[in-house]
C-alpha cells in the first residue's frame, strides 16, 4: 500500500504535465497548379462523353504543388517529359514539369513526396524527375498494369514508364496505397472510384481556406462537374459520375475542384501567374 500511496502523486504530476504540452497545429497546404506545357486543338469528345466532335482546345498539362505548413513539398502527378511522348504529342509551349516547378522557386530536390493519380503517360512520366520523393500510388493500381518484374499486363502504362517505376520499387521509394479514404500524408487523403484507369485515385487536400480536391483525370474540365457528364475516356462511366459527385462533398467550395486539364484554371486563379495558379 506504501508504494501505491507514493505512486499517487506521480500519477498527478503526469497529467498535469499532458494537459500542458502543446498541441501541434494540424499541417495545412497551399495548393498551386504549375502549367508545364499545351497540347494544340485538342478533340473535346476525348474528354468529355457525348459532345461535339468538332470542338477543341488547348489542352493544359499541369502538375499541383501542395506547399505544407510543415515545409513539405508534395507534388499530385509528375507529368512528362521523355522525348518520345514530347515529339509524338508536340507540346507548344513545353518545358520539364521540373524546370516549371523549380522556376515557382522548388528545387526538384527538394520535393519530397508524390502523389501518382494513375499511370498514364502524361501523368508519371516525370516521377523521376523528382530525386528524394517518396511516390505513392495505389497498390491494385500498380498490380494491375505491371508484374514485379515490370513487365506490363495493361498497355495503359507505356513499357518505358513501368521500367522507371520498377526502378523506383526496387530503390525503396514506391509507396502503395491500399483503397479508398486513406491519409497518406497529414492533411491529405487519397479517394479512388474515378475508374479514368483500374484504379485511379484524387486527393483532398487540408488548406487554410478548407478542403480542396485536385481531382486531376478523374474529372477532366469543370465542364464534366457542370454538366454532369462522366470524362470519355473511363472504364466506368456510372462510377465516375459517382466520384465526380463524392469530390462535391468533399471540397469545401464547389470552386475547389480542379479538373486536370481544363486551362481556364489560370483564369479562374490568375494569381500569381506565368503559367501557375493559387486555388484559394
Do not use: C
Not at 513539405?72 to 514530347?86: E, I, K, P, Q, T
Not at 523506383?168 to 479508398?180: C, K, M, N, P
Not at 475547389?256 to 486563379?269: L, N
Amino acid at each position: 500500500m506504501r508504494g501505491f500511496r507514493s505512486f499517487l502523486p506521480l500519477v498527478g504530476v503526469a497529467t498535469v504535465l499532458a494537459s500542458a504540452a502543446p498541441r501541434r497545429a494540424p499541417v495545412t497546404y497551399e495548393v498551386y497548379a504549375i502549367r508545364y506545357g499545351s497540347v494544340k486543338n485538342f478533340r473535346l469528345s476525348s474528354l468529355i462523353s457525348g459532345v461535339d466532335t468538332s470542338r477543341r482546345l488547348d489542352l493544359a498539362m499541369m502538375v499541383w504543388l501542395l506547399k505544407g505548413s510543415d515545409g513539405r513539398n508534395v507534388l499530385v502527378d509528375a507529368g512528362f517529359y521523355r522525348d518520345n511522348f514530347v515529339r509524338r504529342w508536340k507540346p507548344d509551349p513545353f518545358e520539364t514539369p521540373a524546370a516549371a516547378v523549380a522556376r515557382f522557386g522548388v528545387k526538384p530536390e527538394d520535393v519530397s513526396d508524390i502523389i501518382i493519380s494513375h499511370i498514364h503517360w502524361d501523368h508519371v512520366d516525370g516521377a523521376d524527375l523528382f530525386p528524394n520523393a517518396r511516390i505513392w500510388i495505389q497498390r491494385e493500381e500498380v498490380s494491375h498494369h505491371m508484374d514485379s518484374t515490370g513487365k506490363v499486363l495493361d498497355n495503359a502504362l507505356s513499357a518505358v514508364d513501368a521500367v522507371m517505376l520498377d526502378s523506383l520499387r526496387r530503390a525503396g521509394r514506391l509507396r502503395l496505397v491500399d483503397g479508398d479514404g486513406q491519409e497518406i500524408i497529414a492533411g491529405i487523403t487519397v479517394y479512388t472510384g474515378g475508374k479514368h484507369t483500374f484504379a485511379s485515385q484524387y486527393a483532398a487536400v487540408h488548406a487554410p481556406e478548407g478542403t480542396i480536391v485536385v481531382a486531376s483525370d478523374n474529372a477532366y474540365l469543370y465542364e464534366n462537374l457542370e454538366t454532369h457528364r462522366p470524362i470519355a475516356q473511363t472504364l466506368d462511366s456510372l462510377s465516375n459520375l459517382r466520384a465526380q459527385a463524392r469530390m462535391l462533398t468533399l471540397a469545401s467550395d464547389r470552386r475547389f475542384i480542379v479538373p486536370g486539364h481544363d486551362p481556364t484554371v489560370f483564369e479562374r486563379f490568375p494569381e500569381p501567374g506565368q503559367g501557375v495558379a493559387w486555388i484559394h
